[in-house]
């Protein structure tokens, strides 16, 4: 027994004592946590408790926003991307296509897709408030930013938090706020707001920092107090920000955005700019990357523009140019091959109140499609090989969006304001395409670009003749179709005007990105 307790004492010695030689710093210098627990004030949302606010709120109607952004939280990256993976949240709440690979074959928007304009100090920093709504508005988004003052009234931010919650349709809102005032550890944080319940005042947030806290809920006046907190790196308070799809055309430069006094003449009734266009022009991370949609889609566009500026070898006559113009950019489509093009079909939400816009978005499509130029560009489409056409319409260039933004079921039977695309015909492949490609060709700036010849070219090149094809029959089109096509028109050279030039983007994305192959 001696020898066995002397045994066990010397093991214990040897391998539970560590050596005078070996430092005493390692380990206590080094910190390493998993999780952190919830203060008192914050609710988890996995909890008894939770649970049950959640049904609560759920009843009250203030869960609208939960489920879209449910389906997209995201763990954050790194430490200091909570900026990053809200925005990535939002951005797939939205069912946006980024455009680019994420994990090939698929388009999904990462952090790893938001960074290349961004400093490398955001890996250890994150970002401020103005730098993630310069990133949201490159990639499509608006955002309506609102920095918070103790002197504000918090009735203003408490209805805010009341409508965002109620309707599954106006967006997302987004706090950012210090988190110290939620006695959390840390400083600045920005989460989505997923609920409300207004009984208890507590807010939910989606915390993307799920390595430090689960989705919580919080009371809403102590994230106004952390709201009012000033941020160090800018010096001015923190706020929240309403983010809806940008119905606007900012620049990258200076927030330039497509206005107008008067509202109706920038209101679209059936077409609107794809997000890909934006892309082409706008977006330097797309064109970095040949690979992509932004990127060829640009190709097309040079290629329609150098096409216009040229000199046409023969005196064609109207219906030979139109037609010529329209199997020219299906060629550039197929060559390219973006898979998406300049303009989409709205989604719309039909509504009791608005009776007249159905009768308005059918008078818009007979005209187009009935015209000479609508004529010569379904019979351009009957022209394609079938199997380009059929790639066309559904992975391709003019295929139909999907998702819960965009139902492939056409149910007239459907409740009121639930979004859909406007018509089944256009379910149809061919209508389709055709209608894209008629109200591209009517809204295209002829005249903007006209402008750009020099007076000794001659009368015969593309752009001009284009014009003068075109300037009648758009005359004669109901005033509504005249509209839609003008905003079109003005969107679409703002976009040529303020595009970045393709060689540009790599000083814009810091020159961190190598030239990929090129693809055709």
């Not at 987004?174 to 409300?196: E, M, P």
């Not at 029959?473 to 050279?493: P, S």
């Not at 040529?496 to 190598?514: E, K, N, V, Y």
Request: hydrophobic share 40%.
């Amino acid at each position: 027994m001696g020898f066995s307790h002397s045994l066990l004492r010397a093991i214990y010695r040897t391998v539970l004592q560590p050596s005078a030689s070996a430092s005493s710093n390692v380990l206590i210098n080094s910190q390493e946590f998993y999780r952190r627990p919830l203060p008192g004030m914050c609710v988890s949302f996995s909890s008894p408790e939770g649970k049950r606010l959640f049904r609560e709120a759920l009843l009250a109607g203030h869960m609208e926003a939960y489920f879209a952004l449910a389906g997209q939280l995201c763990t954050q990256d790194e430490p200091a991307y909570c900026g990053l993976a809200t925005l990535v949240m939002i951005l797939n709440a939205f069912e946006m296509d980024p455009g680019r690979v994420w994990k090939r074959p698929w388009r999904w928007y990462h952090e790893s897709m938001l960074k290349c304009c961004i400093p490398p100090d955001v890996l250890t920093e994150g970002i401020v408030m103005d730098k993630f709504m310069e990133i949201a508005r490159c990639h499509g988004l608006d955002v309506d930013l609102n920095r918070v003052h103790h002197s504000d009234d918090i009735a203003t931010f408490r209805d805010v938090v009341s409508r965002m919650t109620a309707n599954e349709n106006e967006g997302f809102l987004v706090a950012c706020y210090f988190r110290g005032s939620l006695g959390q550890t840390g400083s600045g944080h920005f989460a989505a707001v997923g609920g409300y319940h207004p009984q208890r005042q507590l807010v939910f947030l989606f915390d993307t920092a799920r390595f430090k806290y689960p989705p919580h809920w919080v009371p809403i006046t102590r994230l106004w107090e952390g709201m009012c907190q000033v941020d160090k790196v800018t010096g001015q308070p923190r706020g929240y920000m309403v983010i809806t799809r940008s119905t606007r055309l900012h620049s990258t430069t200076g927030g330039t955005e497509l206005s107008s006094q008067d509202n109706n003449s920038t209101t679209l009734l059936l077409f609107s700019i794809s997000n890909s266009a934006r892309q082409a022009f706008l977006s330097p991370a797309a064109l970095c990357d040949t690979y992509s949609i932004g990127y060829r889609l640009r190709l097309v566009a040079d290629n329609w523009v150098e096409w216009l500026m040229s000199a046409l070898v023969d005196q064609s006559d109207p219906t030979e140019l139109l037609y010529k113009a329209a199997r020219f950019i299906l060629d550039a489509c197929a060559r390219h091959a973006p898979r998406n093009f300049f303009l989409n079909i709205q989604t719309m939400e039909r509504s009791p109140e608005q009776p007249s816009i159905l009768d308005s978005q059918h008078k818009l499509l007979r005209d187009l499609l009935q015209s000479n130029a609508g004529q010569n560009v379904t019979k351009a489409v009957n022209s394609l090989p079938v199997d380009l056409f059929k790639w066309f319409t559904t992975d391709g260039t003019f295929q139909l969006p999907v998702g819960s933004m965009f139902p492939q079921s056409f149910n007239h039977n459907a409740a009121a304001c639930q979004p859909h695309c406007p018509f089944m015909e256009l379910s149809d492949p061919c209508l389709r395409l055709s209608a894209l490609l008629t109200c591209f060709l009517c809204s295209y700036p002829y005249s903007q670009l006209t402008a750009r010849i020099p007076v000794n070219s001659g009368s015969n090149i593309a752009c001009i003749r284009m014009k003068e094809t075109l300037a009648s029959e758009l005359d004669g089109f109901a005033i509504e179709t005249q509209n839609e096509l003008a905003v079109l028109r003005n969107v679409l050279w703002s976009l040529f005007t303020q595009g970045i030039h393709p060689d540009a983007a790599f000083d814009l994305c810091c020159g961190r990105q190598s030239r990929q192959h090129k693809g055709g």
